[in-house]
């Protein structure tokens, strides 16, 4: 599910007011931005976990879950749906945080069959991938708090291959139908990802507004699960 909620609008909140970036403000002010962006980013990898959990105990969850796996354009479809809406309201007092966890929650509730099926099939790829995922997000995090450099020049070229790289997965799936061609493009996921979060990180220490949290926790967030899915996928192929 290659997605990045990631843009490059004015920071202008619900009111209408122009906001000044968090670097601009007081060091206790960027410290309780980043503080509450990475409370609300782990607890939306909760929550899909979460989801997760009763979609699997509930049988009838778990079959409509199945049911929508089984329709790849129409779970697509409900994705994008999904990150445009939470993105939307991102912004929104109150209603940012039911957009955030409603998101994290429902790619639990999406993904459970997957994630069942691959665990089922390579006992322990699960955790080894959750493991892979940590330790790549967490380099690439910590270099960019270290380093402090503004990777905002990587948003239109990962904008361009993330494009290309939903093009392309839509055509496989329906078109070429190609593990081989699946597999390459979970490395190809993977490097894109990791440049969105160099990419969000930075937009976090230069470039979001105070009020922005949620709106940074949920690119976080799909930064973190689309690395998850791509591990996933080339743990799973080099066992084939």
Request: proline share 3%.
């Amino acid at each position: 599910m290659p997605w990045n909620s990631s843009d490059n609008s004015p920071n202008t909140f619900a009111s209408g007011q122009t906001l000044q970036p968090v670097s601009m403000a007081s060091a206790q002010t960027r410290m309780d931005f980043i503080r509450k962006t990475y409370a609300l980013f782990m607890a939306g990898i909760v929550t899909c976990i979460i989801g997760c959990a009763v979609t699997a105990s509930v049988q009838p969850l778990f079959n409509a879950s199945v049911a929508l796996l089984r329709i790849p354009l129409l779970m697509f479809g409900v994705l994008i749906a999904a990150v445009i809406g939470a993105t939307a309201v991102s912004r929104m007092e109150g209603l940012n945080y039911v957009g955030l966890f409603g998101f994290t929650a429902l790619m639990g509730f999406l993904f459970t069959p997957f994630f069942a099926i691959m665990e089922q099939t390579f006992p322990g790829i699960l955790t080894q991938a959750l493991v892979l995922t940590l330790l790549v997000f967490g380099s690439l995090t910590t270099y960019a708090f270290v380093t402090k450099k503004d990777f905002s020049f990587l948003g239109g070229m990962l904008f361009v291959g993330l494009i290309a790289l939903i093009g392309g997965g839509l055509l496989n799936i329906f078109l070429f139908k190609s593990s081989a061609i699946s597999y390459w493009m979970s490395w190809a996921t993977l490097l894109i990802f990791s440049g969105y979060v160099l990419y969000d990180t930075s937009r976090i220490i230069h470039r979001y507004d105070e009020k922005s949290y949620c709106s940074a926790a949920l690119a976080l967030f799909l930064d973190f699960f689309n690395m998850f899915l791509a591990l996933l996928s080339i743990l799973s192929g080099g066992r084939r």
